[in-house]
């Protein structure tokens, strides 16, 4: 990657403009070039159509002295700014990749904000809901108000009143444009740092949600009574198209804006650059001793910040035991620095040092925001013979749909905390669309145990992360497993074909249902004359959603009947012949989707309503499963499915085994079930993929045979507050008792967090 250059990102049609030298002195094109003579800097445009990723090469021109020079296939710049909307799919995807590399500095992932989804995401927010009263814009103003928000080095928005237009696009300053609407001189500079405020606030939310957005233009109606409403967004270009011609000094700072930026960004880097080997040299003069005896150490602190430019941090006596100002390594989340340790007059005194009586530890504002301390939690700090450690850090991954996370979507989450005061630390719930790598941090919400809800904040990339969602890109997923060294759970969506998959594996061939991916309709027709019923699932899909049964028409020779499960009621289909069964599997739609069928199982049943079992295994330690819970689903009346969403029940076991009628032996149905489903787990540990839950259902046949149907890693636990609602409770805190075990973070009194079930079971 070329560390001294800026890449400006063309568009196809703006790279051939470029290339045929169609540009004057007052275009764009231009300032870029001259603005980064005047930096030192070089600024190559590249088109985005001719860039190779796996090579890190990018076709490239320059400006020099007013002449276009073409340089061919040059590496891809460190530092590359994108001012185009792009629209193309192809083009997206290479935006997206260029903003998830960790060589490179992408500013403006995004340029356009779908007012719609802006519009909801201000309106959850109680302060902002009423500047974004559409139906004031639309019929009570002739002036309309235009500001610039650009993101500076740390990552906060500057924002200022560009110009106003009335409705003959007419354009006017800030001042001309006030004067028009009021005469009031105070009234006037009140509203100017309200717009401001507004637009400040406004975008702070929306970095939580497009953290690749460095600029972007906000449109605000100013109506006589004084009201503000916010109109609509536009792009930074649009602005720029206003304002050439009108007042050419403005135009030309923001026009080069972008430029002073990369300067900035890349004075950063070789500064950082130079820090690091400064660490690397003087960490191989020392290695400072611990004072406590052992590998490692647990302190409970709390942090309370002092103004200095230094990365300092005060340490009282009899935690550390080295000179003073000598440098160490901290680490918080995946983020990592060498910091000047002192050694403060204050002694520590930790004979009653818990969560609520932590440790008052000091350091810099500029520790603090390197890297990203949230000021208001109880950390456990872990000192060992390498550096310091401050966690724990649990990361809950998010689907890539940013707009539909916000704190009251969190709220779902929020019992999962019950325990908190047990492991401290920070949760930060965010999107993988919402990751700086470059500085890898997130921008997403953070719990806030004192208040009980989810806050917007950013903090590092945690150093575990529970995978909540499984619509990712499979290259972010590999990146956040790399950069937490395999430490992010749920890595891997198992469906029911990786269950088929296993068919062949000794420990449990015997416990599964003999199964078949849907390729060819003549081995289901023959799958079905055999068994006389079976069942048709979607390979990806959980909580029997859209499965079918069927079975052989006893009445008719070569009839069969479909039961439909996809609604919220069970519809039949009469079928008089194998053709008339493939052309209804051709119209529902099944051969566009992956299905597998496999033979239904008679299974036990209470009062003739069929049952299985909900068995929830969790990792307590790595490659240590428990079993958390057991449930049992009974079906709703004239159902064959158990899912509680179908109307189902939940029961204990022991209940169901009981009420069975067929004097089965609960203990041993228990004990072998539990074999099967730890077998399973042992299993999985084997695989590449990072498990550490899984809901597996079991079906009982009518002899109390345990089959395994479905390993579901998204389970749900619905159930479970019905029959047991502190053991519901346990499940939910058992991921993040492990997301800490994994950092090497203690859980206080981990003895009383398991569940009767696992005890028995040692």
Known sequence: MLGNTIGILLSRREWNKLNRANFDLETSFYHYAKKGEELNLEVVFIPINNISITEGKAEAIVIKNNTIIHKGMVNIPSIIYNPTKFNRKINIKMIRELSQHPNVHLINEHHVLKDKYVFDIIQSQPELQKYVNNEIYQTDSSITFYLLGQKNMKQQWEVFIIFAKDLDEKKYSYEDAYQLINNNHTEKENKNVLLNEISQNILSIIQYYYPGLNEIGLQFILNQDGEVTLKSFCTKKSIEKDLFGWNQQLWKKIVEWPIELAYEIKLKNEYLKEINNQNEHENDKFQPSLYLEGTDYHVWVKFEPFQDDEMIIKVPKGILKHKLNQLYDIQFGVKKETCVYFISKETAYLRNNCYEYPLVIFVSSSLVERMRIPLNLVYQLKISNEKIMIGPTIGFLLGEKNQLYNPEYMKKFSDRFGKYEKFGGLAIAFSTRSIDWNEKIVYGMIYDPK????????????????????????????????????????????????????????????????????????????????????????????????????????????????????????????????????????????FKQNYLFQTYIPLLNVNERPFDVRVVMQKYKKNKWVCSGIECRIAGENEDLTNIARGGKAMTLEEVIQDSGKNLSYSKIKNKMLLICHDFCDLMDKKEEHYAEFGLDIALDEQGYPWLLEANIFPSFKGFKDIDFEMYLKIRYQPLFYAVKLQGFDVLEEESVFDEVYNQNQ
């Open 451 to 590: 208040q009980k809800k989810w806050i917007y904040n950013s903090a590092p990339i945690p150093s575990t992360l529970y995978r909540r969602n499984f619509h990712q890109n499979k290259k972010t997923i590999k990146q956040l497993r790399d950069i937490t060294e395999n430490q992010l759970f749920n890595s891997h969506h198992f469906k029911k074909s990786d269950l088929y998959n296993l068919r062949e594996d000794l420990e449990i061939s015997d416990h599964l249902p003999e199964t078949h991916i849907l390729d060819d309709m003549d081995k289901l027709i023959e799958f079905i004359n055999l068994k006389q019923k079976v069942i048709l699932k979607p390979v990806s899909l959980s909580r029997g959603r859209g499965i079918f049964i069927i079975e052989k028409n006893k009445e008719e020779l070569e009839g069969f009947i479909l039961y439909d499960y996809r609604k919220k009621y069970r519809v039949r289909h009469l079928l008089s012949d194998s053709i008339a069964f493939h052309d209804m599997l051709e119209s529902l739609g099944i």
